[in-house]
Nanobody, 125 residues
Framework: QVQLVESEGGLVQAGGSLKLACEVS????????IGWFRQAPGKEREFVAA????????YYADSVKGRFTISKDIAKSTVYLQMNMLKPEDTAIYYC??????????????????WGQGTQVTVSS
């Protein structure tokens, strides 16, 4: 059973930056994808970014493209989400998720069966 633990989020002013980490453990996952999703109050959970563990292909939602960067550190079994030029609309609970199957369905919540506990990111205007 793969386990994922997100780092603590935080409060940041608009235009600022924040880096989230997701430590992945208890699995062998060369063919996994690791995704970041977020859920704002009153809204459905949405895809943010994803990366394939072995090849390192990166995928982004249009709303964060050019501002957010996903990366991985295999030695630390950790995936990062660097968030720059944050906007108030980025305020949400951020979740990391993992699943086998390469890049297939990388942006679909239903394709992931392993989730972290979520971490709050708040961007003030």
């Amino acid at each position: 059973q793969v386990q994922l633990v997100e780092s603590e989020g935080g409060l940041v002013q608009a235009g600022g930056s924040l880096k989230l980490a997701c430590e992945v453990s208890h699995g062998t996952f060369p063919n996994y994808k690791i995704g970041w999703f977020r859920q704002a109050p009153g809204k459905e959970r949405e895809f943010v970014a994803a990366i394939t563990w072995r090849v390192g292909n990166e995928y982004y939602a249009d709303s964060v493209k050019g501002r957010f960067t996903i990366s991985k550190d295999i030695a630390k079994s950790t995936v990062y989400l660097q968030m720059n030029m944050l906007k108030p609309e980025d305020t949400a609970i951020y979740y990391c998720a993992a699943e086998r199957g390469g890049s297939y369905g990388y942006n679909l919540e239903s394709e992931y069966n392993n989730w972290g506990q979520g971490t709050q990111v708040t961007v003030s205007s």
